[in-house]
């Protein structure tokens, strides 16, 4: 039996690049790529973090950044951005790197256009679980 949980080890995997955003700077994460928003019918299922998907709430699905995380996505073509946390995981389809909550998306001018070129920035790094 491993004297930590799996969880635990996983976490401390993250720990240098989190402690490294939070210090800002030149170590900031960022990555570039194409983000695209929720589709309605995930309204009201449960998300990879266990809270509820509301289209209305500022959120995103990240592939790889700790739940509670907060980023800012940056809509590169029109330079509109927002602060969403990341509860759930994806997107699932190669080459987008964020799904938006359709409030989010609305305020970046995603929804017509459904993908954009973004740049995700961590604002706040996730709290210790």
């Not at 209305?56 to 073509?77: C, I, Q, S």
Request: net charge positive; aromatic share 8%; hydrophobic share 40%.
């Amino acid at each position: 039996m491993l004297p930590f949980s799996f969880r635990r080890f996983c976490w401390l995997l993250s720990l240098p690049w989190l402690l490294s955003a939070c210090a800002g700077g030149a170590n900031t994460f960022t990555q570039s790529g194409q983000g695209s928003y929720y589709a309605n019918k995930f309204n009201g299922r449960k998300t990879a973090s266990g809270t509820v998907y509301r289209p209305n709430k500022m959120t995103a699905a990240h592939n790889t950044l700790p739940f509670g995380t907060v980023v800012r996505v940056t809509n590169t073509r029109n330079n509109r951005s927002v602060k969403v946390t990341v509860t759930d995981r994806g997107p699932h389809v190669k080459g987008r790197i964020i799904d938006l909550s359709r409030k989010a998306a609305r305020k970046i001018d995603l929804i017509d256009a459904g993908v954009v070129p973004v740049q995700v920035t961590v604002v706040k790094a996730a709290p210790p679980r």
